[in-house]
């Protein structure tokens, strides 16, 4: 496996992996720890594949009932610009809504 990646085709994978195949999840389940889990392990194990063993994956999923409110989430880390990044999505329906935070940090 190289020791580098592509930020895009990772960006990529992870907006179709959320936008697609977790919306249906999202959609189809009530048990809210189940949600989470399966999303953390879904993007953990997609990105397993896509980086180098060199990266420590984050993945930061946020669950709440969707009333019209909005979300503000703040992180403090060590964060090299070179060689660290994240993403964020959000996924949604008339119930509820999941924020997803994935941290790549080089290690």
């Known amino acids: 496996m190289p020791t580098w990646f592509m930020k895009t085709d990772i960006i990529n994978s992870l907006k179709t992996l959320i936008k697609g195949d977790l919306k249906n999840s999202f959609l189809n389940t009530d048990d809210k720890e189940e949600i989470t889990k399966n999303i953390c392990s879904l993007i953990k194990n997609r990105l397993k ?35 660290d990044f994240f993403i964020k999505e959000s996924i949604d329906n008339e119930i509820c809504y999941c924020f997803v935070v994935v941290y790549l940090i080089h290690v």
Do not use: A, C, H
Request: hydrophobic fraction near 35%.
């Open 49 to 83: 594949v896509l980086t180098s063993d060199k990266y420590k994956i984050i993945v930061e999923v946020l669950l709440n009932e969707n009333k019209g409110q909005g979300i503000n989430v703040s992180t403090r880390l060590f964060y090299n610009k070179q060689s």
